[in-house]
DNA sequence: TGCAACTGTCATCTT
DNA sequence: GGAAGATGACAGTTG
């Protein structure tokens, strides 16, 4: 059953704020239905409030017993502070965004970019208040045009992105009033409403039963009988409240009333309305307060002197990062002290930092005769959202004190934002703000987009993998790839390492002897005496912390050195295709630690085919395609002794590489599995505590189980009033809750008389 | 000079 | 069956 009751006021007052805080214009207009002494109560500039004053006026005009009490008046007079400054609390882009990002691929997602949306929407909604016919006070909605702008009202709230920002301040509230607020959401069309529904006296609340029959206004508190039944106020009109009755389950549009500002008259929407739209517009706005059998002003005031100052300084962070963020438009509430100073309770309000009001919206005022009722037209129609799903889920969590974490919020607060992934992703999104993308996060999805590793093993993880991309010997596309990498993560020596590449490239097919004696200056393969590839502490930087990075000495990636130029004393008088790609699109990026026995090595073979006279570069001979490569011997002219080197000095190359290759992956492997050891270690000790816990916990039980036997055994007494003997009786327990006292000796020769007759059976 | 780390090479196996 | 890759073992080099 619904419990809508006494604290249904505050439930249509946060219902105002709601639709104030989705931006669209709110006129609360309780003060219409209100006398007026309350407006000027409420509403007032006097904040003298007195419980005297408060019985006068419940006296004066003969309220109901069950009208609400002095400490809900204190709290309405709250919250339409609040309403009135709700165009200057504003909420952090970073926490709003945060929301939008966690939330799944969806009907509520990915539609809301910025709070800019919600500036321009505002902005329009004005000027189409402004080109919109006004709707008067005590008119009904009895023509066409008026049931239109209803429907366009309507869709306009049940557009996607106010659904996103409902639930976005669902969450907020319910982490933030634990325990204090549910959701209507609760009550859905599966849902079930009982019989008896209680209207709370005084409030602008009219309920029809389906025959249209008015069964429930003003201060009357009457036990209504609805089989189903749903409340909603819709966007501009002021508190306008629709009913929706259903029927066997399935919703009647000729039961959806809508209620003028200021008239008590239903006015049944058009047969064509959709009803689905309405109630999932129903489903979403409306949220009622949970009566609570403490006092709720001293809950209230406890819980705000805890939230307030964590609040206040959370919101604050956030502003600092999103000015950090050259977010400007977003800032602290300026006005919060003000609004706190509109409460004589000293009641903090929870900043939940939604500034959708724009000041172009005028600002809430008393002066019930400057509310206008133009109707904003739905610019933002979309189909129904399935807020359902979204919406049952409701914080209500106990209020507790408890330790203030690390984040400095009150233990039970964290705890309920932990309970919503608020928390953590603000922190997380506050980290990313205020220190942009974390360099290792960065070279990971860098590395990621390396497809070929050349290596078969599971090292896309491996810690070393980050810095030192593979360069496998394979094809073009692999070498294309692993350059990619190279240049996204090392954009300077790729620079380089390019211009080295094309030079590569660009090699034509004779060789000089002027390039010649270069290259031997040079003293080293294809002229690569400078390392391209950053050092191997690297890893250290990206990975601080590690200590297993500092046993990486060097860099365990290694590929043949580019086809830049021929060895000395060598020719290369054939050029193709691949081997010029191949040596222009690989790295120039060479460790210096495998340079070094690169040259050595180069300088061996070379003494070898200098010595033969083989025309053709180490590089060429290593890189190129098995096809070419033949195609190479083939077309050429060569002795069998030099084919048998130059098949020797392509076998060693690659070999070589892929040597360097192996150790890398042992290297990874061994590091995986020192990682995996340490995870396994972690969680052996985990679950030897849980052991120990559990043993103690066992231990604890079986003592307590000692205990209150004997002390059972104690009070009972056999037949001669002898206390019984704990060692020689024992409790049975029948299957109908009977415990009976048995003889331990009786019950043994009972078994052992039973065993009997199953061996002799 | 001894040592550890690194590297090249060979043999062998697998793909 | 050959080419290429993978890997263990060994030896040379280097700091």
Redesign the pocket.
């Known amino acids: 059953m619904l419990h809508i009751k006494e604290y249904f006021t505050e439930g249509l007052i946060q219902m105002a704020i709601l639709l104030s805080l989705c931006g669209v214009r709110v006129h609360v207009g309780l003060e219409v239905f209100l006398p007026p002494s309350w407006c000027e109560l409420i509403l007032g500039p006097t904040s003298a409030l007195t419980h005297t004053q408060i019985l006068n006026l419940r006296n004066r005009h003969s309220l109901h017993p069950k009208m609400v009490d002095l400490d809900q008046f204190f709290t309405a007079r709250r919250l339409f502070g609040w309403v009135r400054s709700l165009d200057q609390i504003q909420v952090s882009q970073a926490e709003l965004e945060t929301w939008l990002v966690q939330q799944e691929v969806g009907p509520l997602s990915g539609r809301f970019p910025d709070q800019n949306f919600l500036i321009d929407r505002t902005l329009g909604q004005v000027e189409r208040d402004q080109s919109e016919p006004t709707m008067g006070q005590g008119e009904v909605l009895d023509s066409l045009e008026e049931e239109e702008q209803v429907c366009q009202m309507i869709t306009h709230h049940n557009g996607q992105h106010d659904a996103s920002l409902l639930f976005y301040l669902h969450r907020k509230l319910g982490s933030c009033f634990p325990g204090r607020f549910n959701f209507l959401t609760t009550i859905t069309v599966q849902d079930k409403i009982s019989e008896n529904t209680t209207v709370v006296a005084g409030l602008p609340v009219t309920l029809h039963n389906p025959g249209c029959e008015l069964i429930a206004m003003g201060s009357a508190a009457p036990n209504v009988s609805l089989e189903r039944l749903t409340v909603s106020v819709p966007a501009s009109f002021s508190l306008k409240i629709i009913i929706q009755i259903y029927e066997c389950g399935a919703p009647l549009n000729e039961n959806i009333y809508v209620m003028s500002e200021v008239s008590t008259v239903w006015t049944p929407l058009s047969p064509s309305r959709p009803a689905p739209d309405v109630l999932t517009l129903i489903t979403t706005l409306l949220f009622f307060r949970e009566p609570l059998g403490l006092d709720l002003e001293l809950q209230w005031q406890d819980l705000m002197d805890i939230l307030e100052p964590e609040v206040t300084n959370r919101v604050r962070r956030d502003a600092n990062a999103c000015e950090n963020s050259r977010m400007d438009s977003w800032t602290i509430p300026s006005n919060y002290a003000d609004l706190l100073d509109e409460n004589p309770g000293g009641d903090n309000l929870a900043v939940f930092s939604m500034d959708l009001l724009t000041q172009d919206i005028s600002p809430f005022s008393s002066d019930s005769s400057s509310y206008d009722l133009k109707t904003p037209s739905g610019s933002q129609a979309s189909g129904g959202n399935d807020l359902d799903q979204d919406f049952g889920r409701t914080s209500s969590s106990s209020f507790e004190l408890a330790e203030e974490g690390a984040d400095g919020f009150p233990g039970h607060i964290r705890d309920l934002l932990e309970n919503l992934n608020i928390l953590e992703d603000i922190q997380l999104l506050d980290g990313q703000l205020e220190e942009g993308f974390s360099p290792d996060v960065w070279a990971e999805a860098e590395v990621e987009t390396d497809s070929d590793s050349?290596?078969?093993?599971d090292f896309i993880h491996s810690p070393s993998s980050f810095s030192s991309p593979i360069v496998?010997?394979?094809s073009a596309d692999d070498s294309s790839s692993c350059a990619s990498a190279v240049e996204n993560v090392f954009s300077d020596e790729v620079d380089s390492s390019d211009e080295d590449g094309s030079a590569g490239s660009h090699l034509e097919v004779e060789v000089t002897i002027k390039q010649e004696e270069v290259e031997e200056e040079m003293g080293a393969v294809g002229g690569h005496g400078v390392p391209q590839f950053p050092p191997n502490h690297e890893d250290s930087k990206l990975f601080p912390g590690f200590s297993w990075v500092e046993h990486?000495?060097?860099?365990?990636t290694?590929y043949n050195p580019p086809l830049s130029s021929p060895a000395p004393g060598t020719m290369s008088p054939i050029q193709t295709e691949s081997a010029v790609r191949a040596g222009s699109t690989r790295p120039c990026c060479l460790?210096s630690?495998?340079l070094?026995?690169?040259t050595?090595?180069w300088s061996?073979?070379e003494e070898r085919a200098r010595a033969l006279r083989i025309p053709f570069s180490y590089q060429l001979i290593v890189n190129l395609?098995?096809e070419e490569?033949n195609h190479l011997l083939s077309s050429s002219q060569l002795s069998q002794q030099q084919l048998t080197l130059i098949r020797?000095i392509?076998?060693?190359?690659?070999?070589?590489i892929?040597?360097?290759?192996?150790?890398k992956?042992?290297l990874d492997v061994l590091l995986a599995l020192e990682e995996d050891l340490k995870a396994l270690r972690l969680h052996r000790s985990k679950l030897l505590q849980e052991k120990r816990n559990s043993l103690r916990r066992l231990q604890d039980m079986k003592s307590r189980f000692g205990k209150l036997y004997q002390e059972i055994f104690s009070q009972l007494e056999d037949d001669n009033g002898r206390p019984l003997d704990a060692t020689e009786y024992t409790l049975r327990f029948g299957p109908d809750d009977t415990v009976t006292v048995a003889s331990i000796r009786a019950s043994q020769n009972g078994k052992k008389h039973q065993g009997v007759k199953k061996r002799r059976s």
């Open positions: 050349g290596l078969s093993l496998s010997e394979g990486i000495g060097h860099d365990h290694y460790s630690s495998s070094a026995p690169e050595k090595a061996r073979d395609p098995v490569f020797d392509r076998r060693r190359g690659k070999n070589k892929a040597a360097q290759n192996c150790r992956r042992k």
